[in-house]
Each structure stands twice: as C-alpha cells, then as structure tokens.
C-alpha cells in the first residue's frame, strides 16, 4: 500500500496541543507544504475526516472560517441515537449501522464523553402499547445485532410511571415504555476529536476562510484562504479539498462552477429550563405532528426540543422565533402536569440540519442518509448524514479520496482508535476521590473535569496548581472553572470570548444572563494568555453582550424573518477583527 497507518505511540503528547503556537505552526505549513487532503469545516464531520485521513498517514489540514462546532455540530439534541423515528420511514440501514455506531462510541471509542440516557415513552392506548412495543422491540434487536451495551427497553403500567415521573400530568399516558439512547455534549466532543486529529499530525486552524478553490488542468488543486484574525492571505496547494461543510456545501461547489443544489437546512430549535421546573426521573420522548419532542436532562437542566422548519436565511446564526418557542412550550404543556412558561426559559438556541434534497414538501420527511460525490476531479463533498454516524461518513468520504488520487489507501483505523481523554478514563474516574484529595480540587470539580476531559485531567490540574485561584467557578451555580478558560486556549483553539462561553463552556444558554454577568471576567482570563489590552478585552466582551441582546430580541419576534433579522443585526466577531 502507498500509505501506511500512523501508530500515536510513534507521536509526542504535544502534538494535540491547540493553542497559538498550533496555529502559527500550521499557517506555516499551510503557506509551505503540499497537502494531501484540505478539508474545509471544523464540525464533527469535518475533524472526524482529518482524523481518518491522518491516521491513515496522509498530511491534512482543516480550515473552519468560525471555531471548532460553531455551526450544526454545537446545537444539536446532544443525542448519540440510532433514530427511532426512522423506523416509522421504514429507514432500516440508517438506524442500524448509528445503533453500530453508537455502541462503538460508548464503549471504545469515547466512553468519558457519551453516557447512557433513559427515556420514557407515554403510551395513549393500547394500539399504541403494540404499535410502539413492536418499534422499540425492533430498534432493540438491531442493537443487539450491532453489540449493543445498553438495557433492552420494558413495559410500565400507568401506575409505575406516576412514581418514575410525577411530573407528567394522569391524563397523558395509560402507561409507557422505558428505552436507552446516548448524551453527549456535542462541542465537546467536536473539541475532541480535533485534538485526536492533531495527534496524527493533522494541521486545525478556526477563524480561516475559504475564498476560492484553485484549479489546473480541469483538477481542484488548491484553495485561496483567508485568515479572519489578521487579514493575511494565503494559496494552499493540495491533492484533494474534502468539503464537509454542511449547510454550506453547495457554497464550496459553486466555486467551481457547479450549480450545486443538494443540501436543504432545516432548522431546530431547543429550549434549556432548569431540571426543577420538570418533576421526571428519566429523559422523555413524545411523538408530534410535525416532529419528535425531546426532553433530556443535561446536567442541572432539561434541553427541550426540536422543530423542524425550513431554513433560508442566515446559516451562520439562525434564530428562534417566538412562534418557535411557543410551539415547543405549547406541545410540551400537552403532557406535564405544571405548565412551563418563558419565563421557566433560561436559555434558546438553533441550529440547522444538512438535510438531503428531495421530492418531500417538509424538511422533516427529508433523509438523514449520506452521500459522498466527486462532482469535479480534486473535489470531494460530504453531504447530509447525522452527528451519530460521522465515523462512517468520514470514511467513505476518505475513501473516496483515494479514489479520486488513484491511491490504495490502508483501512480504516478510526472503529479502534480512542479520542484523546478516553485510553485511561476507567481507572481515572474510580480515582476521583484519591485526585481530589491530592490536588486539594473538591471531588464535585474533579468528577466534572473527569466527564469532560478523561485521562487528560491534569492538564486542567496542572493549571491550578500552579495557580490556586484558576480553581474557583465562574459561576457559582455551575461547575466550570477558571481553569477551563486558559485550558480552552492553551490546547482547544479558543480565540474569542464567545467560543468560551459558548462552546468550551455552555455559559451562554446555561444561566439567567446567558452568560454576560461572566463575560468580562472570562475575557480577562483570556488576555493573558492571546496578550488583548483592555481595548480588545472591551470589544470582546462589548460583542458579546450584543450578542446576547440580540438573540433575545430575535426570540421576541413573531417570525423566521423578524428573528433573523434581530439576530444578524450585531455581526460576527471573527469579521469585526478581521
């Protein structure tokens, strides 16, 4: 083969160090060397492309003109699923191999950042009791037939559910059925994965933008980018561009002249409400007219979604309108017992599905599938496809790298490769109380690094050993710490105050004042470390709270249009800077 496989054993441990000195080396290269593969998005399909591609020993680069997840891939369900509505669409492959996937994900692959998730399913009848029983039963095989490592699904009387959750009302079910999925925090594992990549020698590189693709002799061989920090330009030759940039294919098609039009975006909204205000035990799941409602617990609060809308305005930050927000409040009061008003809202946010294009009138009869196309020699697009089944989409997308090159490429490695954090979680996580009392960290704070960081905790230890003030919270009502904040610059690419509060933290949809009450602490935090003086830590913080303003102004607007209009009004900070 003309490629053999990378060993991390054969990589230093600072490889997948994402800080500045990261980025200024892979400007370098990206300035100097021929790539084998430029990838354009840094969403999980994206990273989960640089990452098969590197392992696989090809050089590779990603270049996102945002930060790391900033689009789809931070504002999902937070679900590792296999999709159980998909059965009803008789959509067998799909559910079956994101069961695989998920099974994977848990047990190999990322186990300090997936966890199990308990959902309840109210039954209104007994049809539904068989109809939904056979469903569930069906989707529970398929899981086995994939290695399943979670509970088969079982029955409970109407009694059983009042005690598991008092928080329904008695006229919303005669009963229900209990079923397992997966949780994820969705940015962080994006952060993860990226940093994994860089392990095997990947170059990533947020706030660059794609301007134009090169070609020579009818062959995609290059791209002109933009780096939104500094302005600075720069032509990057290579073998293939991968375009995994979801909603923004087509874009990245049209370059060369390909009047693309594969990719619908639909949008779905979520609400955050604090675990309090629901009186359940376990995540619950209802079927609608339009979609599928979602309540999950997330921590200290429950995400309430989705919708399930066509999207034609702004990609990069769509919004949620009041019609939206009353929908989702509207349907979930069908079926508890206390109503939940906005004001029981702490927190909104949207994001857009990269759904395929086809005959169906409503985004939600559009499929999750993937398809991998090479429309034009050198271009490789990645379209559709769910957060779940990324790995796969990754590789048939590399895959199909080889062929464009003409190259036998090894196999893929990924089903067997760890993300960074996950190699040693068991033995860390059984340690926690030995850690705490070690590092003097309260054992509540070594218990949520854990969850977020794995085997990697000392990093963010070291930090606060080294200084004993980064071991305070920046809210007192959450469990992030000062220390996360130089973390997420030092080794995951943060470069502004918003990818913190936002991404590396969920401050900004987690707490009343979503997040501004700890803005300018955050951003002093971060000045030491990117050298801002107080003017830049005032632009950061002054863009921010716009930020926020408008996205409550857009979700006090009747419409998709009123809403898109709040929300774009105050910019992006990466294009303010640039």
């Not at 909603?247 to 009047?259: L, Y």
Request: charge should be negative; charged fraction near 25%; proline fraction near 3%.
């Amino acid at each position: 083969m003309d490629d053999a496989p990378i060993s991390p054993d054969q990589l230093s441990v600072s490889n997948d160090d994402l800080g500045p000195l990261h980025r200024r080396d892979a400007m370098r290269r990206l300035e100097a060397e021929h790539l084998d593969v430029l990838v354009i998005g840094g969403g999980v399909t994206g990273v989960g492309c640089a990452l098969d591609a590197a392992s696989r020993g090809l050089t590779v680069a990603v270049v996102e003109q945002r930060d790391l997840a900033s689009g789809t891939s931070s504002r999902s369900s937070k679900l590792i699923h296999g999709g159980l509505r998909y059965l009803q669409r008789f959509e067998f492959g799909l559910v079956r191999e994101a069961l695989s996937e998920r099974n994977l994900l848990i047990t190999r692959i990322a186990p300090h950042l997936i966890n199990r998730l308990d959902f309840l399913y109210p039954l209104r009848n007994l049809g539904e009791r068989l109809y939904a029983g056979i469903g569930i039963a069906l989707y529970d095989l398929m899981a086995v037939r994939g290695g399943n490592s979670l509970p088969r699904h079982r029955h409970l009387s109407r009694k059983q559910v009042q005690n598991k959750a008092p928080g329904l009302a008695h006229d919303a079910h005669k009963g229900a059925i209990v079923y397992s999925d997966a949780y994820v925090d969705d940015a962080r594992y994006v952060i993860s994965v990226a940093r994994t990549a860089a392990q095997f020698g990947a170059s990533i590189l947020t706030s660059t933008k794609v301007t134009a693709l090169i070609s020579s002799e009818g062959r995609v061989c290059g791209a002109l980018i933009k780096c939104l920090e500094t302005g600075r330009e720069l032509k990057v030759s290579c073998g293939t561009v991968v375009n995994a940039t979801g909603v923004w294919s087509d874009d990245i098609e049209n370059f060369v002249g390909q009047d693309s039009s594969r990719v619908r975006a639909s949008k779905g909204i979520h609400l955050v409400i604090p675990r309090d205000r629901i009186n359940l035990e376990t995540g619950l799941i209802l079927r609608t007219s339009e979609s599928v409602l979602f309540v999950i617990p997330s921590g200290t609060h429950w995400i309430v979604g989705t919708t399930d809308t066509d999207w034609q305005l702004d990609r990069a930050h769509p919004a949620a309108s009041k019609r939206d927000i009353d929908y989702l409040l509207a349907t979930l009061n069908r079926v508890v017992e206390n109503p939940i008003t906005i004001q029981d809202v702490v927190g909104v946010y949207a994001g857009l599905r990269p759904l395929l294009k086809g005959d169906a009138a409503a985004t939600s009869k559009l499929s999750r599938e993937h398809v991998v196309t090479t429309s034009t020699a050198g271009l490789v697009s990645i379209s559709g496809g769910k957060y779940t089944t990324y790995r796969v989409m990754a590789l048939d997308t590399i895959d199909a790298v080889g062929s464009d090159q003409g190259r036998d490429l090894s196999s893929s490695q990924t089903a067997e490769l760890p993300l960074i954090g996950a190699e040693n979680y068991e033995q860390v996580h059984a340690r926690a109380k030995e850690i705490a009392l070690k590092s003097g960290v309260p054992v509540a704070s070594v218990n949520h690094l854990i969850s977020r960081h794995g085997d990697r905790i000392n990093e963010v230890l070291d930090l606060i050993a080294a200084d004993e003030l980064l071991g305070g919270l920046i809210d007192p009502n959450l469990p992030y710490l000062r220390a996360e904040v130089i973390h997420a610059v030092r080794f995951e690419a943060a470069l502004h105050l918003e990818d913190v509060l936002t991404r590396r933290t969920r401050l900004s949809v987690e707490t009343w004042d979503r997040g501004t009450d700890s803005a300018l602490e955050v951003a002093q935090l971060m000045a030491r470390e990117l050298g801002w003086d107080e003017s830049q830590i005032d632009r950061e913080v002054e863009h921010y709270v716009k930020r926020v303003e408008s996205e409550r102004s857009s979700n006090n607007q009747l419409d998709d249009e009123g809403a898109d209009a709040s929300r774009i009004a105050v910019g992006d900070v990466r294009e303010s800077f640039a």
